[in-house]
């Protein structure tokens, strides 16, 4: 099941899954708040970088500030996430 489908800043398709989310979550706990962040990093990224090692790979970044926490960048890789090419 889709969890969500947005479009990234290059027209990119992009959803996540259920079986998808819960891989996700299980291998990196500290990820289970930040289901927004991650379409808002999708939809709204400050840089996409290109993996030097595959270039279907992809890295989204963006900063979110807490009010506890100085500013971070949120990387996103596209192989967690399913890709539909637009």
Avoid: C
Wanted: aromatic share 10%; glycine share 2%.
């Amino acid at each position: 099941m889709k969890l969500f489908k947005v479009k990234d800043k290059n027209g990119r398709e992009i959803y996540l899954t259920t079986e998808t989310w819960y891989h996700v979550v299980s291998e990196h706990p500290n990820l289970a708040d930040k289901y927004e962040d991650i379409k808002i990093t999708i939809t709204n990224p400050l840089i996409i970088k290109e993996s030097i090692h595959d270039p279907e790979v992809k890295y989204y970044y963006t900063y979110s500030k807490k009010r506890t926490e100085k500013l971070k960048p949120v990387e996103i890789s596209l192989p967690l996430l399913q890709e539909l090419v637009a």
